[in-house]
C-alpha cells in the first residue's frame, strides 16, 4: 500500500509563512498528479494547487500569488509554501497524490488515489 505524511502545519499570525511537505511511501511505481486540499469548519473540501508530474501547476483564486507548490520527485515530496496567511486560510491541510502501483509481479500495477492524515493550519488575526 501507500502512505503520505505530512508535516509542517501550526499556528502562525496572520501576514506569516508556513511550509507544508508531504512525502509518499511504500508499493509506488511512479507519482502522477500531487495536491494539496483544504477544509475550514463547516465547509467542504476544496482544492489549494496542484502539481503535475510534468510540473505544471494549478492554484484556486484565493491563493494565487501567495502559495506556491512544488515537487522533488526523487523524494517523492510536495510542498506548499504558504505566505501571507490569513485568517481565512485556517483549515487542515490534506495531501493528495495519484499514484500508480507497483503490480505483483512487478511493473506497473493500477492506479490509485491516496490521502495524507491532514495537517492542523491556524492563522490568527
Known amino acids: 500500500q501507500v502512505q503520505l505524511v505530512e508535516s509542517g502545519g501550526g499556528l502562525v499570525q496572520a501576514g506569516g509563512s508556513l511550509r507544508l511537505s508531504c512525502t509518499a511511501s511504500?508499493?509506488?511505481?511512479?507519482?502522477?498528479?500531487m495536491g494539496w486540499y483544504r477544509q475550514a469548519p463547516g465547509k467542504q473540501r476544496e482544492l489549494v494547487a496542484a502539481i503535475t508530474g510534468g510540473g505544471s501547476t494549478n492554484y484556486a483564486d484565493s491563493v494565487k500569488g501567495r502559495f506556491a507548490i512544488s515537487r522533488d520527485n526523487a523524494k517523492n515530496t510536495v510542498y506548499l509554501q504558504m505566505n501571507s496567511l490569513k485568517p481565512e486560510d485556517t483549515a487542515v491541510y490534506y495531501c493528495n497524490a495519484g499514484v500508480t502501483v507497483v503490480a505483483p509481479i512487478g511493473g506497473a500495477g493500477f492506479d490509485n488515489d491516496y490521502w495524507g492524515q491532514g495537517t492542523q493550519v491556524t492563522v490568527s488575526s
Open positions: 511504500g508499493s509506488i511505481f511512479s507519482i502522477n498528479a
